[in-house]
């Protein structure tokens, strides 16, 4: 009886995974996940990714939306978009198991001006659909790669490229395509979101951010808040709170310190809007992490 890719991604799983449930692969851009119980909410700005499901369930929300993944989906993040996250199905004798690729936009790009892809379609930043019989086959053979180290050198890069092609021409294609476009509006709007990544702590304002993005400003809002479920101004919010919140958990700062270090100029303000996302104040929150 031959494999599924849950029996391989299992098996690489309970050899690698870290305690936090991380098994990093030597393929560039693939990683696996593993849980053994139910998990707390994790804040991410997530990028560019697709994620198999194979066993278990996983919820994300994103702005209003809401999506339960289970076995046999798969979960399409097609933009930098801030995501909360728990995985809501999973036990020690049946885990959470999960296949992450983060996706490779220039093969995007190269692969939809190949195959003269039909137009992109404006899409929200994420996506669910069942996982395609031939995505499954291009990740079963990727995983199978790694037990044969002498031909990952050869066959790496052309099996990655198969599984970005399969994704485009399946069910995940009409949305992924907008990745691919060179010039599109998910191209500059990531453009716009680079920047807000890259200098969250500073003010910027809507007329710079579609600057950046090489549109009128008008224009450049309604597109953001389409793709990422919220405007500038909330989205740099999250970007502060998150990064605040890993600058206190991660390496011990106090809450003002870490306030002003993302760029709050009230710790207040900071305090409130802490805990209006996080459920916690930020010093209740860093103690029970640390417990």
Not at 12 to 28: L, M, N
Not at 35 to 58: E, H, M, W
Not at 217 to 222: A, C, L, V
Request: charge should be positive.
């Amino acid at each position: 009886m031959s494999e599924t890719l849950l029996h391989v991604v299992r098996r690489y799983a309970q050899a690698f995974a870290t305690p936090d449930g991380v098994a990093r692969t030597p393929i560039p851009r693939l990683t696996i996940i593993r849980a053994t119980g139910p998990s707390g909410l994790d804040y991410a700005i997530s990028r560019p990714t697709a994620c198999l499901v194979l066993q278990g369930a996983k919820q994300v929300d994103m702005g209003a939306q809401s999506f339960v993944f289970r076995a046999g989906d798969s979960l399409l993040i097609n933009a930098d978009v801030p995501t909360v996250s728990r995985i809501s199905q999973a036990s020690i004798a049946e885990p959470y198991l999960s296949l992450i690729l983060d996706l490779d936009l220039s093969q995007l790009s190269e692969l939809a001006l190949e195959m003269k892809a039909a137009p992109a379609v404006a899409a929200p930043g994420v996506h669910q659909e069942p996982t395609d019989a031939e995505v499954g086959d291009a990740a079963l053979r990727l995983m199978r790669l790694m037990e044969r180290p002498s031909a990952m050198p050869v066959l790496q890069a052309q099996l990655l490229r198969e599984l970005h092609y399969w994704l485009l021409a399946g069910r995940h294609g009409p949305t992924l395509r907008q990745l691919g476009v060179p010039d599109g509006q998910a191209q500059k709007i990531a453009r716009a979101v680079a920047l807000l990544r890259a200098q969250f702590a500073q003010s910027l304002t809507v007329d710079q951010l579609a600057a950046t993005a090489g549109m009128s400003p008008s224009s450049f809002y309604q597109h953001f808040r389409a793709v990422t479920s919220l405007s500038p101004l909330q989205f740099q919010k999250q970007l502060r709170l998150i990064e605040a919140r890993r600058l206190m958990r991660a390496e011990g700062r106090p809450a003002s310190t870490a306030a002003f270090s993302v760029g709050y100029e009230s710790v207040p303000q900071f305090t409130r809007e802490y805990r209006r996302m996080f459920g916690l104040p930020p010093a209740k929150d860093t103690q029970l992490a640390s417990a």
